[in-house]
């Protein structure tokens, strides 16, 4: 496709589930990022793919979140066991490299809601 | 460290200008500037690295002040389009490969 897709857009699970979060960066782009953002708030970063490195974690905010890349190009984020915390929107966004100042193209966001 | 955006938010009408800034403890390297819209995803505006001149797109420009850490938005003759929030990104090593450091961003509100 054009863009960054994400899957599911909408997401409700009850406390205490786990839920996995599909990202699917743009063609040819070999970095990733998982950002997170609550209401009314900031983008959080989360973690950090690029190419077949071993990934950036220092954002994920407890071991209950983690996150794969298969094959260099989709991504999923997985949540075990979820609290009500952890209710936001996971945005996903991709660029051509890890070189600086690479514009991030941002996908459509899963909005997570823990019940 | 998270970069610090002023002001939080700002109203204004169709044809004013407004400024955002966004200023860092760290030395940066690049300054990402985003818009986002009510329920969508984050857009990207423009970038301005360290060395570079002050970029602009159509009414929107931005500068970037070494000395000062900080980059500042201009949007001239704001249209209704404007609305959103404005997101400031920072880079702070080159070679570090690692991920923008965004702002809490600014809520822009532009009123016919």
């Known amino acids: 496709g054009a863009g960054v897709s994400q899957s599911p857009s909408n997401k409700v699970t009850e406390k205490g589930k786990d839920v996995e979060l599909r990202c699917d960066p743009i063609?040819?782009?070999?970095?990733l990022y998982w950002y997170r953002q609550s209401l009314g708030q900031g983008l959080e970063f989360l973690i950090y793919?690029?190419?077949?490195?071993?990934?950036?974690k220092s954002g994920l905010p407890s071991d209950r979140f983690s996150a794969e890349r298969t094959g260099g190009s989709v991504s999923t984020l997985t949540i075990q066991r979820t609290q009500q915390e952890d209710s936001a929107v996971y945005l996903c966004a991709s660029s051509l490299g890890p070189g600086p100042g690479l514009v991030g193209y941002f996908g459509p966001g899963t909005r997570l809601t823990v019940t | 460290q998270q970069p610090v955006q002023s002001p939080q938010a700002v109203i204004l009408r169709e044809g004013e200008d407004a400024v955002i800034n966004c200023s860092s403890s760290k030395a940066l390297y690049s300054v990402h500037w985003y818009r986002q819209k009510h329920g969508e995803a984050p857009v990207f505006l423009m970038i301005?690295?360290?060395?570079?001149e002050q970029k602009g797109h159509e009414k929107i420009s931005a500068s970037f002040n070494e000395k000062k850490q900080q980059s500042s938005l201009y949007l001239t003759a704001s249209q209704l389009s404007y609305s959103g929030t404005y997101f400031c990104?920072?880079?702070?090593?080159?070679?570090?490969?690692?991920?923008?450091?965004f702002g809490s961003g600014t809520q822009l509100t532009v009123l016919p």
């Open positions: 793919f690029q190419g077949n490195s071993a990934p950036d």
């Open positions: 990104g920072t880079e702070w090593d080159p070679g570090s490969a690692r991920q923008l450091t």
């Open positions: 301005l690295l360290k060395g570079g």
């Open positions: 063609s040819g782009h070999t970095a």
